[in-house]
Every structure is written in structure tokens, then in C-alpha cells.
């Protein structure tokens, strides 16, 4: 991974990363209240060299260092360690007597020091004392001449090396363990390195859609708008003219201005919007798109194809009881199902729900109502079914000049998305591009100035100002709730 992806993978899973970070210093707070204190006590044992002349008393200092060493791993043996438990009456055993013990010899040095950390401070000297008397004997014992007589004049001798204890062992009542500073600090640093090791596992197993890349991999089709997850649209999820700044607003106005340069080559009057599969936002993206379009002086009409669950109405304010149905089976006709949103979009719903939509929406019928308000308006909008689940939106996307994608970032998986091309391909039905929809805020920046068409989030479209007077315009006046000034369809 290079390092690009590890920032762009880090700047996208902070939170996880953070989560993490505070996993480990929290366990670290939990781990030092959870441990016994420790107290230690030092002892230093002097080892010095006895001899007749100054030139024995040199080489038994020379001799006496080289020494010291070996009786520092000695110090620490079963046999002493069970004549302290011994002297002491110690409830424990030599190897977790040897694990509180340490005797340290440093290099050329004849002085033993050594240290005991135990859970009362008391204990703990008692035992560096012991510990350093039976050090004295031991090395008695080991250098004392046999049966104390020189080996040369045969009188009594002194054994060469001596140790004495220097001082009183050291008391402290202050833990030196847990110590509680350096394990949060080893808590967060491992805090981290998981958090940073997970985030970039997470971030190679994860096979939804994150970034323009992704859909590039899959089609050549432009990525048109990246809409920014709002904790709003739940209950606000229509955009009005009011809302200029706004970057949900910006992004359906700037989807709107992109898809004027689309396709050049086809006029783009019914578009047909859908997703792989529900709960990706494609009713809002519809409804938003219309009202952005009417924004622009466009006679706009949005229809409700997804017979399984039209949620169009719901999202509007408006009946769903009479609709697309209805004008098909000959109850009414189009002019008379149709609605107006106070928006300035016109609203044909699905009407009743037949038990075989495939089969209604392939009908000469459907196929003739398209036409009917292809002549009628300048745009027609498709709101469809999920394209994986059921094979509706097929149908219906061949009626439609072109089909706008809506893909949930980081929820949309790669290979539901390639499966949902491939049935678009399957009945020749083109991709006009692809809208990322709930994408974060911080990856907008990502995105520049909308993929090579219109404006960026940063900067204000030129239509922005026309956007606002034809909004205000839009807002109705009359108790009918039709557009002052505009004229609805016949």
C-alpha cells in the first residue's frame, strides 16, 4: 500500500483508528488499578580484598571484580533463596522469591546491588536484608582457605575476599509499580498500531464502492455527483430554493448542470434513476434531481415505476391512490393522474399495486404513456426498482433515453454494483453516469471540480443566482397549488 492510500485509508477510518487508541488506553487505566503495587528496598553488599602488601591488595581488587559477577548470578540460587524463606518464614516458594529478587554486578566494580519489590515496603526490606547476609556467608564459604590454614606457611588465614552489607537497605512507602504514566503510554502506542494495522485490513477486505476509482474499475461512465451524507434529509430530505450553500443542494444542482453535458451526442429527455439495491437512495435522488432541474425552468415530470414500493409520494406529500396503473388499465388519463408539488414538479404515481409488474410495465401501454409525456415535457424521470432484486428496471430502462446510477459509498459492494451494469448492458440500455450518495463530507475535496464537468463544492455555479430567482419563483401562491406564471400540462 502506498503511502497516498494509507492517508486517504486513515483519513477515512479515523474513527476507527481513534476507537481503537482509546480501546488501549483505557484497558492500560483498567490493567494498573487491577495490579498489586509493588515496593522496593536496595541493598549494596561491598566486596573487598584483603592482602600483605599493596601489590596483593591490587591484584585481589583485580581478582575480587572479576569475581563479583559470579556472585551476583549466584545470589539469586535455590539454595539462597531458600535459606532467606528459611530465616524469614517466608509462605512462598523459591521460584516466586527468585522472581522479586535481582542482584546486579556492574562491569569493573566490586559492589553488589540488590534490589526486592515486594507488595508491603516492610517485607520487602526484611528480605534485601536477609538476602545480603546470606550473600556474606556465601562468600565466606567459597573463599575461605581449606580448613582456614595458608596453603604455603600452614598458619591461620583470612579468606581474600570479604562481603560486607553497606548500609541499611533502603525503605519506601511509593509503589514503583504499575507505574501508571509509561502503561498508558504503551496502551496508546499499541492502541494505535492496532488501530492503524485493523483500519488498513479493514480497508483491503472491504469490497464497497469508496471512491471514483472504484466505479471507474467498473464503467467508463462518470462519476456525475457526490451527494454528502446529511443527518437531516431523514426528515428533511427534499432540497428547495432556499437552500443555496447547502452541499446536498449544491450536489443535485450540480448532478442537474453535469447532465446537460452527459451525452452530447442524444437528448436526454427520460432518464430513468435506480441502484443495485434498495436502501441506496435513489427515490431522494429522483425527487431532488427533479426539483433541482424545475429550479431550472424545466417542465419536469417524475414517475413512480417501483410497483414493489413506491415510496415517491411519501417523500413528495402527495396520493399515490391513482396513478401510472390506472392510466394503463384506462381508469383515467395521463393529464388527469398527474399532480403538481408546490416544487413546480409534476407527480404521476404508481397508482394500485398489480400482482405482475414486469408484465405491466413491459405493455405497449407504458411503452405509448412515455411518449405521451416525452411530448408533453422537457424532462421525464423514471424512479425504478433496485435492479438486482427483480428484473423491473430492466424493463423499464429501455423505454428511457439513458440511466442515472445511485450507489450508497462505503455500502454498495463492488460486485452487487458490476451484476447491476451487466443487466443494463444485458438489454442495451446505457449508463448516463453514477451518483455516490451518502458520501462523507471530508471526502468531498476528493472529488475536485466534479469530475471534469460543471463546478466544484467550493465554488458557486453560475446558475447559482438564476437557481434562487427561479426557486422563489416557483413557490406557489394559488390555493390550487399550481406555479404562478407556468403552465401546466394539458
Not at 523459591?94 to 553488589?112: Q, W
Not at 432556499?242 to 429527455?269: C, I, K, V, Y
Request: proline fraction near 6%.
Amino acid at each position: 500500500m502506498e503511502l497516498r492510500q494509507l492517508l486517504r485509508t486513515l483519513r477515512s477510518r479515523w474513527k476507527f483508528v481513534t476507537a481503537v487508541f482509546l480501546l488501549g488506553l483505557v484497558v492500560a487505566g483498567v490493567v494498573s488499578t487491577l495490579m498489586t503495587p509493588k515496593y522496593e528496598s536496595r541493598a549494596s553488599i561491598y566486596v573487598t580484598a584483603t592482602g600483605s602488601s599493596t601489590i596483593d591488595a591490587y591484584q585481589l581488587g583485580i581478582y575480587s571484580s572479576l569475581r563479583t559477577s559470579s556472585y551476583a548470578d549466584l545470589a539469586t540460587s535455590p539454595s539462597v533463596m531458600q535459606a532467606v524463606i528459611d530465616d524469614l518464614g517466608l509462605d512462598r516458594s523459591v521460584a516466586d522469591l527468585s522472581s522479586e529478587v535481582s542482584v546486579e554486578a556492574p562491569i569493573s566494580s566490586v559492589t553488589l546491588t540488590i534490589s526486592v519489590s515486594d507488595a508491603v515496603p516492610e517485607t520487602a526490606v526484611d528480605i534485601a536484608r536477609s538476602v545480603a547476609e546470606q550473600i556474606e556467608l556465601l562468600v565466606s564459604e567459597l573463599e575461605a582457605p581449606p580448613n582456614g590454614l595458608d596453603a604455603t606457611t600452614g598458619l591461620p588465614s583470612q579468606a581474600p575476599i570479604v562481603a560486607r552489607l553497606a548500609g541499611e537497605p533502603t525503605f519506601s512507602n511509593t509503589a514503583v509499580s504499575p507505574s501508571l504514566p509509561l502503561n498508558l503510554v504503551v496502551g496508546g502506542l499499541l492502541g494505535l498500531v492496532l488501530g492503524v494495522v485493523g483500519a488498513v485490513l479493514r480497508d483491503i477486505f472491504d469490497t464497497s464502492v469508496k471512491n471514483a476509482d472504484d466505479v471507474a474499475a467498473m464503467t467508463d461512465r462518470p462519476v456525475l455527483a457526490v451527494v454528502p451524507f446529511d443527518p437531516t434529509a431523514s426528515k428533511h430530505p427534499l432540497i428547495d430554493g432556499d437552500s443555496a450553500g447547502n452541499l446536498r443542494a449544491e450536489s443535485f444542482r450540480m448532478l442537474r448542470t453535469n447532465l446537460q453535458f452527459a451525452d452530447l451526442d442524444d437528448d436526454l429527455r427520460v432518464i430513468m434513476v435506480s441502484s443495485a439495491v434498495p436502501n441506496e437512495g435513489k427515490t431522494m435522488t429522483s425527487c431532488n434531481l427533479a426539483i433541482a432541474l424545475a429550479q431550472n425552468s424545466k417542465r419536469v415530470l417524475l414517475i413512480d415505476t417501483d410497483f414493489r414500493k413506491p415510496e415517491v409520494a411519501d417523500f413528495l406529500g402527495l396520493e399515490n391512490a391513482v396513478g401510472l396503473l390506472s392510466v394503463l388499465v384506462g381508469r383515467t388519463t395521463l393529464q388527469a393522474a398527474i399532480q403538481p408539488h408546490v416544487s413546480g414538479v409534476d407527480f404521476l404515481g404508481t397508482g394500485p399495486q398489480p400482482p405482475n409488474p414486469v408484465e405491466v410495465l413491459g405493455t405497449r401501454g407504458m411503452k405509448n404513456l412515455i411518449e405521451e409525456a416525452r411530448g408533453i415535457y422537457d424532462v421525464v424521470i423514471l424512479d425504478a426498482a433496485p435492479l438486482v432484486p427483480v428484473a423491473d428496471p430492466a424493463v423499464v430502462s429501455t423505454l428511457a433515453d439513458g440511466v442515472l446510477f445511485v450507489a450508497r459509498q462505503g455500502k454498495t459492494g463492488r460486485v452487487v454494483l458490476r451484476n447491476a451494469f451487466e443487466r443494463l448492458e444485458a438489454v442495451g440500455s446505457p449508463v448516463i453516469g453514477v451518483v455516490l450518495n451518502m458520501a462523507p463530507k471530508r471526502a468531498l475535496g476528493a472529488y475536485g471540480y466534479g469530475y471534469g464537468y460543471g463546478y466544484g463544492y467550493g465554488q458557486k455555479s453560475p446558475n447559482t443566482a438564476k437557481d434562487a430567482k427561479a426557486a422563489k419563483a416557483a413557490k406557489p401562491k394559488g390555493r390550487d397549488g399550481v406555479m404562478p406564471g407556468r403552465r401546466r400540462a394539458p
